[in-house]
């Protein structure tokens, strides 16, 4: 029950509180006095309240000899900075610094509502109400909200419409007071303009000061880090020069994101850092006019507000923007969703189907105009492509057209002198061209290009017999080559970058000389096939690298000359290819074992061992005639040579050093038979191995030296070729036999000696024995057993050996117990295993010297329940064991 009565009355009060409220927004007023109010008399005074500090604090109005909160029905933020500014002033203050606009349900309390505005320049808000003939003031009982006002208290600045710009002053027990230029630091200026809520400052040096004479000053020493000049050293002089004037916040803007300067989201750049700007309170369209102009635009086409799903680090802009009707640069930092975009109109643009290519137009006043083509140069175009950011200018030119009707009003009549480092056209300095109204109209319009990355540069390959053309590129194996790469540009090109590899991993720059460099290369091989590639860089943006220039590069043989009719490419009568045309090289007088030597070596056959002159006695040939101007050290016969045309009855013969084919080595053993590809094979311990020589047929006879190089010996045998072939056959591969073999084949022809090697094969010792007994009893230190039940494995299964292999014998199981390291045998017997299983049985071709059983043997799989148990005489000393 009780709780009932109570929530019934609680709503009855409710009620009473609502009409309550209704009655004040309604009527204004209960108080029959204030029911109807007369123009104000009253705004004497202002103060702030429950500040904590005299100069901030809820901003309250005496009016009719009391005291109540500043309240208005004004939105716009600037009219409250204004309240603000004035009453900071009025109390002695300084100026304002900040306003939070407050809304405290809990502490409601009376106020004062005004409808009249202050400019911000009156001296008292009675002031502000007596310029507005309507202004009033109301009372209300009740209000949540109020203004919270901070004023800079201790300093302001003085003499100048700018609200971030003035003469220093800082209050003291003697009034307001001027600065010490003394000390008064880019530190000092950094706290000063900061707890003005004005930014940073700026480099300006000049003067707003109005006093004159020797003054009470101040004199500061600050760190820099400080928020308040006041926490800076201080004293007191009375003989200091005062500070020139300071101007604070030199902040930057930009528009970014857009396909030009002059479009995108507006930004400014604060203490060095850029972030977005944002629009609350302060910022009116009007304000975007003077944004497009400093960010070297014209108008404003269009402004738009949009909002991000997350809000990220803006600057805002500060109160102090709320004092001044034009764009303004102070701001603090804050986070916000919203993001201004402003599209500016241009003041240069190019007409045509891309808005960087076209008929250039610059808008110098209120409408586009052409650009005489006569006047303009090289770095006008650069200037024009980057205002566009559209790059760098691919070309330029003027068009003279006689239907274009040119009159004084259609054509920008100014001679720009740009350096090329402008960043806007109309900033080149210009004089007014003096031409005629006929040289007018002569004038050609102008066409430019312009796009992302400088132009290609040239590249072509140079080898030192001629310059090879542009699709041609092949070099010759041995020659000395050189890759150029040339930029025609009419500025200035830095340097000049050639890239080669795969992954264009190799990487060489030059510096340009005369826009043109030369990368030489070392003789050609194989590595030097592939592609190049070549850019280069401006002087004035060199992180900017031009679009590349490639080039395939070729490396081939020179197989220009061959040997035939000699049973091999390393022998035989010379014939070279000249003019498409292969014909025997006559014998004359340039031609001896010094040309000889070339050519050999350009067959890749080694060194020249003979050349002679073979008589044709028939009818004369049609031959080439060499003449030489070789020293025998070159890479390929025309290298140093030259040949014409010759009817010849001698040709000639040469014999290189390499005329034998390579042999081929190959091992073969009872269960490894390797190709001649295999350099490295793995041989059983004791396996006995035949190692072949072979050569293809090419002269019959010869011979073959097998070379052995093992760790500590080395040895070579030597058999005659049958059928080209030579076999070695060795009994059981043990540790000394492990290592390199080769083969050399021998054969005596054309007179000479000649020899050829195989590669080397690598043997090695496979230590697995595949034999084992097991007697049941697990050792601690690893060792064998000697005795057991014997198991054989054939790759990874382990097997016993069945007793039904017939052939098994004492001469068997000794050959096991000396494979093992055991000795002899002493017995082996057949042992059941109670239940069947898979076994080997063996099948013998021993005759017990052998030194490994499966070297003789064979085996199958067989299902049995016994198994071959032996005992051996036990282990060898490590003496006897070899
Ligand atoms: C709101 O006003 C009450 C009463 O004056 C005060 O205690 C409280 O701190 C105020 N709240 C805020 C957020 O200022
Ligand atoms: C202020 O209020 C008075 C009385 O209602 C009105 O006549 C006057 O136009 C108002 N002034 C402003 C600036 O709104
Ligand atoms: C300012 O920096 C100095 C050192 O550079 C430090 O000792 C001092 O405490 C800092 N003062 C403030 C207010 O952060
Ligand atoms: C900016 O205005 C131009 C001219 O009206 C228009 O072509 C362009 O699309 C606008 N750009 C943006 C980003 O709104
Ligand atoms: C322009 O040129 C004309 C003829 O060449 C000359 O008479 C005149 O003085 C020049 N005017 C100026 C401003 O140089
Ligand atoms: C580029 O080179 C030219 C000519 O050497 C020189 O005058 C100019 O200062 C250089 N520009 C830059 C940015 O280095
Ligand atoms: C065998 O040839 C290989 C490869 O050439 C080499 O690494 C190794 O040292 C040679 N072995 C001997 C014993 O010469
Ligand atoms: C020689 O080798 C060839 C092929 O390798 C073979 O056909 C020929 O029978 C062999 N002759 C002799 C005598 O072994
Ligand atoms: C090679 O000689 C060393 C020292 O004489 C010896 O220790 C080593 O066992 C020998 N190696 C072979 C495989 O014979
Ligand atoms: C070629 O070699 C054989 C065997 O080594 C030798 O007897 C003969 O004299 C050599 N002939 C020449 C021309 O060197």
């Not at 009675?126 to 202004?135: M, R």
């Not at 902040?251 to 944002?278: A, F, I, Q």
């Not at 030097?528 to 943006?541: A, E, K, P, V």
């Not at 073999?741 to 590669?759: A, G, L, M, R």
């Amino acid at each position: 029950m009780l709780s009932i009565q109570h929530s019934l009355f609680l709503r009855c009060s409710l009620v009473v509180v609502w009409h309550f409220v209704l009655l004040i927004t309604e009527t204004s007023s209960l108080n029959p006095e204030e029911k109807h109010p007369q123009q104000s008399t009253a705004p004497v005074d202002a103060r702030l309240a429950e500040g904590g500090r005299l100069c901030s604090g809820r901003l309250e109005m005496k009016h009719q000899g009391g005291w109540r909160v500043m309240n208005t029905k004004e939105r716009d933020a600037a009219v409250k900075v204004r309240y603000a500014e004035v009453a900071c002033r009025q109390m002695g203050c300084g100026s304002v610094v900040s306003i939070t606009h407050s809304t405290n349900n809990t502490g409601q309390r009376p106020a004062w509502e005004v409808n009249f505005t202050c400019r911000g320049t009156e001296s008292t808000l009675k002031e502000c109400s007596n310029t507005i003939t309507q202004s009033r003031v109301q009372a209300k009982h009740t209000s949540s909200w109020s203004l919270e006002v901070i004023c800079s208290e201790s300093l302001r600045l003085v003499g100048s419409p700018n609200v971030c710009a003035g003469s220093v002053e800082v209050k003291s027990d003697q009034g307001w007071v001027s600065v010490c230029e003394d000390g008064f630091d880019t530190k000092a200026q950094k706290v000063f303009c900061r707890e003005l809520g004005c930014g940073s400052p700026t480099n300006f040096r000049g003067t707003f000061s109005t006093r004159e004479g020797p003054l009470l000053s101040k004199q500061f020493q600050c760190e820099g880090n400080e928020s308040h000049l006041q926490e800076c050293a201080s004293s007191f002089r009375t003989d200091c020069r005062p500070a020139s004037g300071i101007s604070c916040s030199d902040n930057d803007v930009r528009l970014v994101g857009g396909e030009s300067h002059c479009r995108g989201t507006l930004e400014g750049k604060y203490d060095g850092e850029w972030r977005p700007l944002n629009d609350r309170r302060f910022l009116k369209p009007e304000h975007f006019a003077e944004v497009c102009v400093q960010v070297g635009c014209t108008d404003v086409i269009s402004t738009s507000t949009g909002r991000l799903s997350t809000s990220r680090p803006v600057w805002e802009l500060s109160i102090r923007c709320g004092r001044t009707d034009s764009f303004c640069k102070s701001w603090r930092g804050s986070s916000s969703s919203s993001v201004i975009t402003v599209n500016c109109s241009e003041a240069v643009r190019l007409k045509g189907n891309h808005r960087c290519s076209g008929v250039l137009e610059v808008k110098p006043g209120l409408s586009w105009v052409s650009v005489c083509s006569s006047f303009f140069t090289p770095e006008a175009a650069l200037v024009t492509c980057r205002e566009l950011d559209c790059g760098f200018p691919h070309n330029h030119y003027g068009w003279s057209n006689n239907h274009y009707d040119f009159s004084r009003e259609l054509i920008w009549d100014r001679d720009s002198k740009c350096e090329g480092s402008e960043k806007r056209l109309l900033d080149c300095p210009s004089t007014t061209l003096n031409i005629t109204k006929e040289e007018i109209s002569a004038c050609g319009i102008t066409y430019v290009t312009c796009m992302e990355r400088p132009p290609p540069p040239r590249i072509r390959v140079y080898v030192p017999q001629e310059l090879v053309s542009y699709d041609s590129t092949e070099v010759f194996k041995g020659h000395h080559f050189a890759i150029i790469c040339s930029a025609y540009s009419p500025y200035n090109i830095l340097s000049i970058r050639l890239k080669s590899g795969v992954n264009t991993e190799h990487q060489h720059i030059q510096s340009a000389v005369d826009g043109k460099a030369i990368f030489m290369f070392p003789p050609a091989e194989e590595a030097h096939r592939g592609t190049y590639q070549c850019d280069y860089n401006y002087n004035f943006s060199s992180e900017i690298f031009s679009v590349p220039d490639t080039i395939f590069v070729d490396v081939k043989e020179n197989n220009n000359v061959r040997l035939v009719n000699g049973g091999g490419r390393c022998v035989g009568r010379l014939e070279v290819k000249h003019e498409e045309k292969w014909q025997p090289l006559s014998h004359q007088h340039s031609w001896s074992l010094t040309e000889a030597a070339v050519l050999c070596r350009q067959l890749n056959c080694g060194s020249a061992v003979s050349t002679s002159k073979v008589v044709t006695l028939t009818e004369p040939l049609p031959a080439w005639r060499f003449y030489s101007d070789c020293d025998g050290s070159e890479r390929a016969l025309m290298d140093c040579g030259t040949v014409r045309k010759w009817l010849s009855f001698s040709t000639v013969e040469v014999v290189c050093s390499e005329i034998l084919l390579r042999p081929k080595i190959a091992v073969f053993s009872t269960d490894v038979h390797s190709n001649d590809q295999e350099q490295e094979v793995q041989l059983f311990k004791g396996h006995s191995f035949t190692i072949s020589c072979s050569v293809g047929p090419q002269y019959p006879g010869g011979h073959f030296s097998l070379i052995f190089t093992g760790p500590n010996q080395t040895h070579s045998l030597t058999q005659p070729a049958v059928n080209h072939t030579a076999y070695f056959t060795y009994s059981g591969l043990d540790k000394a036999r492990q290592g390199n073999y080769s083969c050399i084949y021998h054969n005596f022809v054309f007179n000479h000696n000649f020899t050829s090697e195989s590669q080397s094969l690598s043997l090695t010792l496979n230590d697995f024995e595949g034999v084992l007994l097991d007697d049941g009893v697990l050792r601690e230190d690893d060792s064998e057993p000697c005795a057991g039940k014997l198991l054989l494995s054939l790759g990874d299964e382990w097997r016993h050996l069945s007793a039904e292999s017939t052939v098994w014998d004492l001469k068997h199981a000794s050959l096991v117990c000396r494979q093992l390291g055991c000795g002899s045998a002493v017995s082996t017997k057949e042992i059941n295993l109670l239940k069947k299983e898979y076994m080997w049985r063996f099948f013998s071709d021993c005759d017990g010297s052998e030194s490994a059983l499966l070297e003789c043997g064979s085996v199958k799989l067989w299902i049995s329940s016994s198994a071959v148990e032996l005992v051996c005489t036990g282990h060898q000393s490590a003496a006897g064991k070899n």
